[in-house]
């Protein structure tokens, strides 16, 4: 997975949360160990010899494929600084810093 533009996903926070299913707060550990279960259950390399039929491997691979990178550009918004500043009534919306 690189970080080519045609690959980028816009996901919000929330849309990150939801997908990490963490509580509020989670720590760095908790992240990290849930983006490692959601990469080990979504590797496209997983659906290998589960079809005899490629045109359904194909589609799950892809389907991996499409939910790994959705996991990576999620660990990354969750793993960005978050501005305090930002965070009002809902940490779920805060922004994240781009220092």
Known sequence: MTDNPRHTLALTREDALQLF???LPYTKDQLDLR????LTTWHPHRYAGR???????M????QG????RRVLAAYRILAAPIDVSDLG???????TRSD
């Open 65 to 68: 494929e499409e939910m790994s």
């Open 89 to 95: 009534d809902n940490p779920a919306t805060a922004t």
């Open 59 to 62: 589609q799950m691979y892809t």
């Open 21 to 23: 299913e963490l509580p």
């Open 51 to 57: 079809s005899n039929n490629p045109k359904k491997y």
């Open 35 to 38: 983006r490692d279960a959601l």
